[in-house]
Structures are given as C-alpha cells and as structure tokens.
C-alpha cells in the first residue's frame, strides 16, 4: 500500500509554490487562505521539513520545498495527460451558467443555437440566481454591474446603450410624447432604482423633468411589457430590445444615446477559468458580444 499523504495536500503544495503566494493560491483554488495554510501546515508535520519561510522579499521556498516542487508538478502532468488519454473525447459536459433573466431571455437565448451547433458536446444549463455570490455552483456568471469583481476571473462583456422608447400609440402626428405628461418606468436592482433616467435626462440637458416619478418594476421585462402595452416611457438598453425596434413595436424618442456606466461581466471561478468547456464558452461569447 502506497504511503502518500492526501492528494489535496500536494494539490495546495504545487500551487503555493508556483505563485509563491499563500493568497494566490487560495484565489486559484477557490479556497480561503486560511484553508491553504492549514494544508501547507498538514503536509509539514507529515513530512517532518519546512517547507517555505517567509523573506523580506517575500514567500520563498526551503531547500527540501525546492527539492519537492518539480517532482509534484510532473507527477501531476503526468497524471493530468493519463486521464486525457483514457477520457473518451466526446463525452457531454455541462456548462452551468448564471445570468440575469432578462439578459438569458433577450440576448441569450436568440444566440444559443449557434453555440449548440458549434459545440454539440456541450450541454447548457443556465439558471437565474439573483443573490449567487459563491460561484462553487457554477462554471460561469453573467452579472449586471458597475465594474469587475475582485474575487475571480472577470472581465467586461458589453456595456449598455440607453434609449428613451415608447409605444408607437404615444407619439401624436409623429410627434414624440411630452417627457412631463407620462409617467417614467424604472427598473429596480438590489432593491433600489437604477438611475437611468437621471443619466439619460442628463445626457439631454433636460431639467424640467422629475426623474424620480412614475413606476417602478423589478425586471427589465416588466418595463419593456409595460412600455409596449403603452403605459409608460422607458429608457432600455437597446440590445435588450433589438426585435422591438427592428418591428416598430417600441420607437425611440429621440436618437440620443447613453453609454453605460452599467454593463454585464463575466465572472469565473479562478480554478474554473482553465476548463476547456469555459474556455470555449468565454471566447465564443466574447466574439458575438462584441461582433
């Protein structure tokens, strides 16, 4: 019987001693920091050497760390290239995706059947989880926001177009409805009202205009069903209402348009970012976000 402490112990070892960094490594392994220096600890006592020590310069390796990290980092390569050669190659995977509704509804879902085309060995399942902080659950997380997450691999999708619509019925003679005679439809996230009407009255010099009233809903699909049912006006993303525009079922007030400051990023698990199902999902949606 072979005499090897735990994999997870070398796994954690191998990592540390690559980054050089305790915290590092706990971002690729999607662990605490506190969890890594308990399996550095674990491995020590079982081996009986210090394995790193701490410099001015930083982390650094001991002799016996030194001697151990390129054996651990071709065993696993070796191991890695074992199962890939046994691991029948087109066996479906599951790619876990979370997104917001209406960005799965609108701009997802028109998408999808090109990417089933392309990769037929990839299964989707994609869930709304608004509150989803902890991506163990998932492979990737579509999140409207403001700016990159800190915690894992992020990066920028798209940012919002804001247009002011309304429903073809509002406008009188080709005439635009008045800005103070309809009530404005606010979407609400986490809560509180996203301020695209103050940034989009802005952007027009309109200070006449009390952004703060009318409706309030908590989609964005409540607010375009409400604009095109007639019973507001709404400034939307337009990439959200692309087949509106394109039919003449919601018209844009005037052509002004605002960029941002929301957007929708891309948030993966550091250890996940490496998955090849990831990666093939990340570059094919970074090339139909950004055609």
């Not at 590092?24 to 210090?50: F, P, W």
């Not at 980092?73 to 995977?93: C, G, K, T, W, Y």
């Amino acid at each position: 019987m072979r005499q090897l402490p735990s994999l997870n112990m070398l796994r954690v070892f191998e990592e540390v001693a690559r980054h050089r960094s305790f915290s590092q490594a706990a971002l690729g392994l999607n662990v605490t920091q506190g969890a890594v220096s308990r399996q550095i600890k674990q491995l020590e006592d079982y081996l009986g050497v210090a394995l790193f020590i701490r410099t001015p310069q930083g982390l650094s390796l001991t002799e016996a760390g030194t001697a151990l990290s390129p054996h651990l980092s071709d065993a696993f390569d070796h191991i890695e290239r074992a199962l890939q050669a046994v691991r029948v190659p087109n066996l479906r995977q599951r790619l876990r995706i979370v997104a917001p509704p209406t960005w799965a509804t609108r701009w997802l879902s028109a998408h999808l059947r090109a990417f089933c085309q392309r990769y037929p060995d990839i299964s989707l399942s994609v869930t709304n989880q608004a509150s989803h902080d902890n991506l163990a659950d998932s492979d990737c997380h579509i999140r409207f926001g403001l700016e990159a997450a800190t915690h894992c691999h992020s990066q920028l999708l798209v940012m919002e177009r804001h247009i002011a619509v309304a429903s073809p019925e509002l406008f009188v003679n080709g005439q635009p409805p008045d800005l103070q005679q309809l009530p404005l439809l606010h979407i609400l996230h986490n809560g509180k009202r996203l301020k695209v009407w103050e940034n989009w009255l802005s952007a027009m010099g309109r200070e006449d205009v009390d952004a703060g009233q009318g409706l309030e809903f908590s989609t964005l699909d409540q607010v375009i069903h409400t604009a095109l049912a007639g019973g507001g006006l709404a400034v939307i993303d337009r990439q959200m209402i692309e087949k509106e525009l394109a039919n003449g079922s919601l018209l844009p007030i005037t052509p002004v348009e605002v960029i941002g400051p929301y957007g929708y990023w891309l948030d993966v698990a550091n250890d996940k970012w490496g998955l090849s199902k990831v990666k093939l999902f990340t570059d094919w949606l970074g090339l139909v976000s950004n055609p």
